[in-house]
């Protein structure tokens, strides 16, 4: 994905300055999909309906907290519950696409389980701006 590319989708700066790009809807999340490298970190929410969420490059442990924040900000169960939510934290590498999967869901093999605090998705304010 060229630099500029990542405006056409869901994005922002974690505090440590690390690009994550979000999808927007089913064929937005199989591009975001399409140029996640294999080391890289993705999220998504447990429950359907959220953007797949791609830190790009090494992810420290802050990063994906952030990012974990940013994924819960946009899904459905947050829109639809206004409480905590689980999000799935794993490598690209993790990540398959089968046949008969609709536009927009993939299979994850290995997944390591955050809860997003209500609290912390009420207070999370996005980066645009590059440290």
Not at 48 to 53: E, I, K, R, Y
Not at 55 to 71: R, V, Y
Not at 94 to 119: A, Q
């Amino acid at each position: 994905m060229e630099n500029t590319d990542y405006k056409k989708h869901r994005w922002f700066f974690t505090s440590s300055g690390k690009l994550v790009i979000g999808g927007k809807n089913a064929e937005d999340n199989e591009k975001v999909i399409s140029q996640v490298k294999d080391s890289e970190t993705v999220l998504h929410t447990k429950a359907a309906g959220s953007p797949f969420v791609n830190i790009k490059g090494k992810a420290e442990k802050k990063d994906i907290k952030e990012t974990g924040i940013f994924c819960a900000k946009y899904s459905r169960d947050w829109k639809t519950n206004k409480k905590d939510v689980e999000v799935h934290v794993f490598k690209g590498k993790d990540i398959f696409k089968k046949k008969d999967m609709k536009l927009g869901t993939f299979g994850v093999r290995k997944i390591k389980k955050m809860i997003v605090k209500k609290k912390d998705i009420e207070n999370f304010q996005e980066r645009k701006e590059e440290r």
